[in-house]
T-cell receptor, first 116, second 115 residues
């Protein structure tokens, strides 16, 4: 069964500090891995998408890594800001044949709280 | 413009009401999606439209009826809902469905409360 597990479930850090969120997946065959940021009551916003051949991708203060061999990904946030407080969701897309939909498997998310 | 818009933002309806949620994108995307999200849970896929045709129905109860009038619009018709259907309903779109790292752009959601 395709699964995506994230850790920790929640995290509290002080403004200006760095943090790393983890994602392990068992989705197969693998197509791509995405990290989304979701503010409370809002739709998710994409941070990065990585395919099998990519092992690092950055978007401003966000850097995602992917190890397709161990099926692990991490999201590193540098110099955190109060606005980084949100849920961070790891989503893995399975490869599919032809133009069939490649189903997304969502992790449960990590709730990050940044305190001043 | 990378925006997906959804209306209304909030909706309160009784169990006997009929209402519709609307979603619109003008990015030329050919895949559109409806998700349901309960509090502190990840989004759950409900429907996928590919080239304006329903391609995926994740065993959603018939009281939810999707409609794709054209490539830019997606509706979700609601009828005889239950209180447990209260949730955030998210619309998303992507350039194409299926393979490839096609970004899914999410709308802000409609907060639905069924009384």
């Amino acid at each position: 069964k395709n699964q995506v597990e994230q850790s920790p479930q929640s995290l509290i850090i002080l403004e200006g500090k760095n943090c790393t969120l983890q994602c392990n997946y068992t989705v197969s065959p693998f197509s791509n891995l995405r990290w989304y940021k979701q503010d409370t009551g809002r739709g998710p916003v994409s941070l990065t998408i990585m395919t099998f051949s990519e092992n690092t991708k950055s978007n401003g203060r966000y850097t995602a890594t992917l190890d397709a061999d161990t099926k692990q990904s991490s999201l590193h946030i540098t110099a955190s800001q109060l606005s980084d407080s949100a849920s961070y969701i790891c989503v893995v897309s399975a490869a599919a044949g032809g133009t069939s939909y490649g189903k997304l498997t969502f992790g449960q998310g990590t709730i990050l709280t940044v305190h001043p | 413009d990378t925006e997906v818009t959804q209306t209304p933002k909030h909706l309160v309806m009784g169990m006997t009401n009929k209402k519709s949620l609307k979603c619109e994108q003008h990015m030329g995307h050919r895949a559109m999606y409806w998700y349901k999200q309960k509090a502190k849970k990840p989004p759950e896929l409900m429907f996928v439209y590919s080239y304006e045709k329903l391609s995926i129905n994740e065993s959603v109860p018939s009281r939810f009826s999707p409609e794709c009038p054209n490539s830019s619009l997606l509706n979700l018709h609601l009828h005889a809902l239950q209180p447990e259907d209260s949730a955030l309903y998210l619309c998303a779109s992507s350039y194409l469905p299926g393979q490839g790292p096609y970004e899914q752009y999410f709308g802000p959601g409609t907060r639905l409360t069924v009384t």
